[in-house]
């Protein structure tokens, strides 16, 4: 199980305006409804996706049914280009949050667009070298920082992502399978940020205070 909010640990890559118009003009968006699956973990990846409208929540079911969350993608966002350019499977489940509008883009429109503006190639070599920078970053910290300063750094990365810039829609244990420690060690961390005075715990849900809610 992935159990990194690897998504947002670092600036995302996402389209200009121009780049935007320009997908819009090659090929037509399609609708979800709320909570409908943009695609399910396992799927073949034929294509990637880029947000025109609403919002993507991106994560992974559990086998008991129970979801994690990883991102939470508006528009301009892109995702998926990863399981594209590889071959590989669909790492994770991707719901409309509320309405959505998203472009799937194949490789019949990657050529079209790339050979329009050579910048798209530049555009998705950022966002899979974000992906390896990300990923790395995660393995240094897991190496060399102990479990409240990884926690410090998830929830700040989340909170970026909520509503408000503050609230982490958490459970315990989701937090935990994130930092992929157990429920006690997370209990003791999110215990030792309160006393510090840099979160405030409530049910089902952490709110981020400043400076903790800037990502480091």
Avoid: K, N
Wanted: proline residues 4%; glycine residues 8%; aromatic residues 6%.
């Amino acid at each position: 199980m992935q159990r990194s909010y690897q998504l947002a640990l670092a600036e995302r890559t996402r389209l200009s305006g121009v780049e935007r118009d320009r997908l819009l003009a090659m090929t037509s968006p399609r609708s979800f409804a709320d909570g409908q699956f943009v695609q399910h973990q396992g799927d073949p990846g034929d294509a990637f996706w880029a947000v025109i409208e609403g919002h993507v929540l991106v994560g992974r079911y559990a086998e008991d049914g129970a979801f994690t969350a990883f991102a939470v993608l508006g528009p301009g966002d892109i995702f998926g280009e990863l399981a594209f350019f590889t071959g590989l499977e669909r790492q994770v489940d991707a719901i409309a949050s509320g309405p959505a509008r998203l472009v799937a883009i194949d490789r019949p429109v990657l050529r079209a667009l790339m050979t329009a503006d050579i910048g798209w190639a530049e555009l998705l070599l950022r966002s899979l070298g974000r992906q390896l920078a990300v990923s790395l970053d995660i393995i240094d910290a897991e190496r060399r920082l102990p479990v409240a300063e990884r926690l410090a750094r998830l929830l700040a990365a989340m909170a970026a992502d909520a509503a408000d810039g503050m609230t982490v829609r958490a459970t315990q244990q989701q937090l935990a399978d994130l930092l992929g420690v157990s429920r006690v060690t997370l209990g003791a961390a999110l215990r030792d940020l309160a006393a510090r005075g840099t979160i405030e715990r409530g049910y089902r849900h952490v709110r981020v205070l400043p400076p903790l809610s800037r990502p480091a």
